[in-house]
Nanobody, 115 residues
Framework: QVQLVESGGGLVQPGGSLRLSCAAS????????MGWFRQAPGKQREFVAG???????NYADSIKGRFTISRDNAKNTVYLQMNNLKSEETAVYYC?????????WGQGTQVTVSS
């Protein structure tokens, strides 16, 4: 019923950029907070960025201004613009939707930062 589908991952060189997209269906998108998380093999899943239904954004400290989260309610899509990527940021990136303590996850998209 509820689906979150990430796209835009792939192989990028250190210092490069990628834009991830997450298309949502089965929810009233504009009423949900949206977020991005990432998980490297053998590591815990960590918060990267979030945006509320009202457009307020929050970022992990490690981002240091390099990533930007945005949303387009008309397209039911949330984006993560990632600049100056580091090799240690290689991970599966997951989209999350949450409202009133109910949350959903996408399947993830692989981001590999390597030369």
């Amino acid at each position: 019923q509820v689906q979150l589908v990430e796209s835009g991952g792939g192989l990028v060189q250190p210092g490069g950029s990628l834009r991830l997209s997450c298309a949502a269906s089965g929810i009233i998108f504009s009423t949900y907070g949206m977020g991005w998380f990432r998980q490297a093999p053998g590591k815990q899943r960590e918060f990267v960025a979030g945006i509320t239904s009202g457009g307020e954004t929050n970022y992990a400290d490690s981002i240091k201004g390099r990533f930007t989260i945005s949303r387009d309610n008309a397209k039911n899509t949330v984006y993560l613009q990632m600049n100056n990527l580091k090799s240690e940021e290689t991970a599966v990136y997951y989209c999350n939707a949450a409202r009133l303590n109910v949350g959903y996850w996408g399947q993830g998209t692989q981001v590999t930062v390597s030369s």
